[in-house]
């Protein structure tokens, strides 16, 4: 073997060493990135399902009931207090699905897809009112 043919297999040599500890390095990033998602995953559930708890059924039926009555008190037109009142209730529940979407998301995602979809879905129907009116 030549000098030049020694000097480029040392140079390869050092490159896989180098190579090597960079790999290393980053398997031990990625390693504690993980370790901190998986403790970070249940402090993030807890805090949902405490924002979920606060949002039952009942509540939410006493607070859009309480919206429509203000408005109707405030003298709107009952049709017009009706689609305000409709639209708050989205929202409310969008926030529900939003909160679900991310327990999902942290436990692993299978359902956003179809989220995500059912969303497109109810868009495409929006427009299609809005073309009807």
């Known amino acids: ?5 020694e000097i480029k297999k040392k140079e390869k040599e050092k490159e896989v060493e180098f190579v090597s500890e960079d790999v290393m390095e980053l398997r031990g990033v990625l390693s504690a990135v993980s370790e901190f998602l998986k403790d970070l995953g249940p402090m993030v559930k807890e805090i949902l399902d405490t924002v979920l708890s606060a949002i039952d ?3 939410l039926g006493e607070e859009t009931g309480a919206f429509y009555k203000q408005l109707i008190e405030a003298g709107m037109d009952p049709e017009h207090a009706k689609r305000l009142t409709e639209k708050f209730l989205e929202k409310k529940l969008s926030f529900m699905d939003l909160s679900s979407l991310i327990s999902e998301a942290i436990k692993g995602g299978k359902k956003i897809k179809v989220l995500k979809k059912l969303k497109r879905e109810g ?11």
């Open 123 to 133: 868009e495409e129907e929006e427009e299609e009112e809005k073309e009807e009116d």
């Open 57 to 59: 059924g009942a509540k």
């Open 1 to 5: 073997m030549g000098e030049k043919e």
